[in-house]
Every structure is written in structure tokens, then in C-alpha cells.
């Protein structure tokens, strides 16, 4: 319950046509002090929840993509040999677009090196990064310091909008056939993403 405080203030004058000052008060304590004491709450509570969810992964999202032909990929690996997505087999194929300066990239990143084993055991299928508006140099330091044994290619900004792609991570999952099934913002993991091939 808010109250006015009685006292009066002036602002320096002993004129009487001078109106008196008012502070508001909450519980007895200035509004201020009250307001601030509000907000650090909520922030301590934004702060937990942050800290303590799960990071958002596998999630879903729509495409023009789904159900159609995947476009092509061509370029340059980081290893400077020239790459072909035409020339894959016909297995599920996982294109993951990255590009080291973003944090769900980087921590996405175990879990593809992850799903990259398995599919080597299990052979349903294979996967490829595309590096996004990133530098050659920045990305070999990453593959090198992190490890990752498959394809990263330097795709020019066409095959990025053929993707459709506007932002990072984003990872396409493409059938044997070479239609888009899927489409994943925010992270993978290596369970989610085998369970999405598996037969």
C-alpha cells in the first residue's frame, strides 16, 4: 500500500506559495528503494532459469526445403581438395551449417563428432559442414583444436541462399533419395540425429 509522506520540503524558498514536496513509500520505504529491490529479484530469477534449462536442441523448424530435392553443394574443403554433394552415395546425408564465432555451433559441435562415430559403425549416413560467413584460417584453427574428421566445405554465398540459410547453426537431413526431410535450428545431438536415420 503506497502512502504519502507528511513532511514537506522546500526547494530553497520561505515563500508560502511554494508546494510541498511528496515521497512516496511502500511498507514504509521510498518507492525507489522498493523498485530496485523488485527488480534485482526478477533478475536473480532470469539469471537461474538461464543457467539451469536445457539448451535447445533438435529443434524442428519449416523449410521450402522439406520434401523437395536438396540443392547441390560444390566447393572447397578446408583441406583444399574440391567437393561435389552429387557424389555421395545414397545414404542420409546431414549438412550442418556452422561458423566458429557462434556459441550453439561451438557446442554443438561434440555432438556431431559424436553422430560422425557412430555412422561410421553403423553407415546410415554421412555428414558434411558448410562454413558460414567465416574465415578459411579461423575454421582450420577450430577443426584442428576441437577435432572432426568430415567434409567442412567453403561454399560460396549462392549455396548458402539456395539453402535458404540466414542464420547459425542450421543443419539439414537429407534422405538416401536426395529430398529434404528436416530441418533443425539451435543444435543437434548425436542421439536426435540418429534417430532421424535410422531405418
Known amino acids: ?16 506559495d511554494e508546494a510541498p514536496a511528496r515521497r512516496w513509500r511502500v511498507f514504509g520505504l521510498p518507492v525507489s528503494v522498493v523498485g530496485a529491490g523488485v527488480l534485482g ?10 543457467a ?18 536438396a540443392p547441390r553443394i560444390e566447393g572447397t574443403t578446408i583441406q583444399g581438395r574440391d567437393f561435389d554433394s552429387d557424389t555421395y552415395d545414397g545414404r542420409w546425408l ?28 553403423a553407415g546410415q549416413a554421412n555428414l558434411i559442414s558448410v562454413v558460414f560467413s567465416d574465415d578459411q584460417a579461423l575454421v582450420e584453427a577450430f577443426f584442428d583444436r576441437h577435432g572432426g574428421d568430415w567434409p567442412v566445405v567453403l561454399a560460396d554465398p549462392e549455396t548458402i541462399s539456395e539453402w535458404g540459410v540466414a542464420g547459425v547453426p542450421e543443419s539439414f537431413v537429407v534422405d538416401p533419395s536426395g529430398t529434404v526431410r528436416y530441418k533443425l535450428i539451435g543444435g543437434v545431438t548425436a542421439q536426435g540425429l540418429s534417430e532421424l536415420v535410422s531405418p
Open 94 to 121: 546431414v549438412v550442418n551449417f556452422f561458423a566458429t564465432w557462434c556459441v550453439p555451433c561451438v557446442q554443438e559441435h561434440p555432438e556431431l563428432a559424436g553422430f560422425q562415430r557412430a555412422q561410421r559403425d
Open 1 to 16: 500500500m503506497s502512502t504519502v509522506d507528511s513532511e514537506t520540503e522546500t526547494e530553497g524558498g520561505d515563500g508560502p
Open 41 to 50: 529479484v526478477v533478475m536473480l530469477l532470469l539469471i537461474v532459469l538461464l
Open 52 to 69: 539451469t534449462r536445457e539448451p535447445a536442441s533438435d529443434r524442428q523448424a519449416d523449410s521450402p526445403l522439406l520434401g523437395r530435392a
